[in-house]
């Protein structure tokens, strides 16, 4: 499974940004797809997520409210507004494939978001 993502930027805070990532399998097979976060000196932290099987979505608490996962059969999306200095990072997809003993994650390259204040 690939995954690269696109639409990071330079924006200002209050702005808004919608990323994507563009996976080389349909979506639907996926158990999980999300979006993780890494900011310089930082563990790599988790935004959103989508769950297939019950269908449903997850928010870490710094992004509810401002931020929206969602995907199409190609393509996984983040939009994210109200954009905060403290968004600024490095955004990563991640999608997981399989159950049990192959259950796999793949993730991207990820893309810059930068928020000035």
């Known amino acids: 499974v690939q995954l690269v993502e696109s639409g990071g930027d330079l924006v200002q805070a209050g702005g808004s940004l919608r990323l994507s990532c563009a996976v080389s399998?349909?979506?639907?097979?996926?158990?999980?797809m999300a979006w993780y976060r890494q900011s310089p000196g930082k563990q790599r932290d988790f935004v959103a997520s989508?769950?297939?099987?019950?269908?449903s979505t997850i928010y870490d608490d710094s992004v509810k409210g401002r931020f929206t996962i969602s995907r199409d059969n190609v393509k996984i999306y983040l939009q994210m507004n109200s954009l905060k200095a403290e968004d600024t990072a490095i955004y990563y997809c991640?999608?997981?494939?399989?159950?049990?003993?192959?259950?796999?994650?793949?993730w991207g390259q990820g893309t810059q978001v930068t928020v000035s204040s």
């Open positions: 991640k999608v997981v494939k399989g159950v049990g003993a192959i259950q796999r994650s793949y």
């Open positions: 399998e349909n979506t639907f097979t996926f158990n999980t």
């Open positions: 989508i769950i297939s099987h019950p269908a």
